[in-house]
Nanobody, 128 residues
């Protein structure tokens, strides 16, 4: 059974940092072609934050987080991370880890529907 378990969320002041972790289990970690982070604020749709594509170790970021957030992947730890710096109140949301087990076009990385597995989410709250 595939499981993605997020951790590292919490309450932080604006300008601060948090590091989210997503631990994967249940299948070979190398079989995930893309791992990504999404977020969802109350009353809003789930939105793309960042993705890491295994082939070529290529990363992809939403414009709103580019330069502030960094996604990374550690195959030995079977985990993907999201380092979040210079946090803003508008970053407040539940953050979800997601994985693609089927190779799909690069253009679909930002679409939640293209991901096969999801974690339960971790709350990030940034106070002003």
């Amino acid at each position: 059974q595939v499981q993605l378990v997020e951790s590292g969320g919490g309450l932080v002041q604006a300008g601060g940092s948090l590091r989210l972790s997503c631990a994967a289990s249940g299948r070979s970690f190398n079989s995930y072609h893309v791992m990504a982070w999404f977020r969802q604020a109350p009353g809003k749709e789930r939105e793309f934050v960042a993705a890491f594509r295994w082939m070529g170790s290529r990363t992809n970021y939403a414009e709103s987080v580019k330069g502030r957030f960094t996604i990374s992947r550690d195959n030995a730890q079977k985990s993907v991370y999201l380092q979040m710096d210079s946090l803003k109140p508008e970053d407040t949301a539940v953050y979800y880890c997601a994985a693609q087990s089927v190779r799909r076009p690069t253009g679909l990385e930002r679409s939640p529907a293209s991901y096969d597995y999801w974690g339960q989410g971790t709350q990030v709250t940034v106070s002003s």
